[in-house]
C-alpha cells in the first residue's frame, strides 16, 4: 500500500507542477518591463528638396526638422530676394521660420521628419537698443516648445542672422521684461533637442 501510495502522491505532484508551470506561460504581470524604445521605421535621410528655386529671389537654405527624436538640417528654398540683402537679421529670420512652419514635404515626411514649430510662432523683431544680431520673438524664447527652440536656434545658427561663432541672440516681444539670450546649435542640442530650452546663456 505505502508503495501504491508513493507513486500516486508522485502523480499528483507532477499534475500539479505542471499546471503550475503552465499558468505561469500565460499569467500577467503588473510590474512595468521596460523593452526599450521601439525601433524607428523613420530613415532620417536628408531627402532631395521638393520646394525647388522658382523665379528671382528663391535661394537655397538648410533648415533644421525633427526626426526620431533628434533635429537634422534638409534643403529648401526660400524666397529671400530683398530679405537677404537686408541687413536686418529679424528679415532673414522671417524667411527661415516661414520654412519651418510649413509642414514636410512628401519626400520629408516619408523619410520620418516633422516640425514643431507652430504657425503662432513669429518674428516681432528687435528692439531699439538691442544688439544688430537680436532677434526677438512674439514669445519669450523659454515660453516656446523646446523641440521647436532647438529648430529655430540651429536653423538660424547657420545663416547671417547669426552673430560671432554662431551664437543666436533671441528675445521676448517685450524690451522691458523679455532679457536677450544667447543661444548655440551643439552637438548635444542637434541629438537631444528638449535641451534647448534651457541653454540661453543672458546677454549682458
Known sequence: MSGRWSRSAALLL??????????CGIRGTSVPVDAGAAPSRASCRTPASERTA?????????????????ILSVSRSAGLDDRKRSPKPARVAEALLEQLR??????????????EVE????ISGPAKDDPGSAVRLNRPPEEIQS??????????????????????VLGGPDSQRDPLKAYQCTEEMRRNPRTAVTSGVLVS
Open 14 to 23: 507532477t499534475g500539479a507542477v505542471t499546471l503550475l508551470a503552465a499558468g
Open 119 to 122: 504657425d503662432w510662432v513669429e
Open 147 to 168: 523641440l521647436a527652440l532647438a529648430q529655430i536656434v540651429c536653423t538660424f545658427a547657420d545663416t547671417t542672422v547669426a552673430g560671432k561663432g554662431g551664437t543666436v
Open 54 to 70: 522658382e523665379g528671382v529671389g528663391q535661394v537655397s537654405v538648410r533648415i533644421y526638422l525633427l526626426c526620431s527624436s533628434r
Open 102 to 115: 510649413l509642414p514636410p514635404t512628401a519626400a520629408e515626411a516619408a523619410a520620418g521628419f516633422t516640425t
